[in-house]
């Protein structure tokens, strides 16, 4: 297995450590975050949920965010707006929860609708530290992509969590 499990068990330490707790939004990596956290011994001490939200339906169904209020705020998917939009409304719906994990992106082959070329992702964390960051690996091979946007957005958590005052 690549990096995201030493990634997903760093920052599950992290957030144990901290008495904190997560939910995460992802699209295009398809689960892989999810997993990697969720493959800690003891990972319900820190991760509660999470959403695949990876069409306007799950958008909707799963995510609870407004296609059109996206529309009408000038916000569309694979975008550093919706990163952070999707990382603040994860943890808004998973009541308690400390942080707020998404990512949102291009896979490939061959782009999205959007414009963004295959190995475009954004990433955001939300929470007492607000972080958002985009990747683009100029890769078209899908699988591959989905991996280093998992890695990504894994690194940005843990740099996140490592950096964070912790809370009185």
Not at 55 to 76: F, H, N, P, V
Not at 134 to 139: A, D, N, P, Q, V
Request: aromatic share 6%; glycine share 14%.
């Amino acid at each position: 297995m690549r990096d995201i499990y030493r990634m997903g068990e760093r920052a599950g330490a992290l957030l144990k450590a901290r008495g904190e707790k997560i939910a995460v939004g992802e699209t295009s990596a398809g689960g892989l975050i999810s997993a990697s956290l969720l493959a800690v011994p003891g990972a319900s001490a820190y991760f509660v949920g999470g959403a695949i939200t990876y069409s306007a339906r799950s958008i909707t169904g799963l995510a609870g965010i407004s296609i059109d209020e996206m529309r009408a705020k000038g916000i569309r998917s694979s975008s550093e707006p919706y990163a952070e939009l999707l990382a603040e409304t994860i943890r808004q719906k998973h009541g308690g929860v400390t942080w707020g994990l998404s990512e949102t992106g291009a896979a490939g082959p061959g782009g999205n609708p959007y414009g963004d070329a295959s190995g475009h992702t954004c990433m955001a964390v939300a929470g007492p530290v607000r972080v958002v960051r985009t990747l683009e690996t100029g890769r078209q091979d899908r699988v591959e992509n989905m991996w280093l946007f998992a890695e990504a957005t894994l690194a940005l958590l843990v740099e996140v969590l490592e950096a964070a005052p912790r809370r009185a």
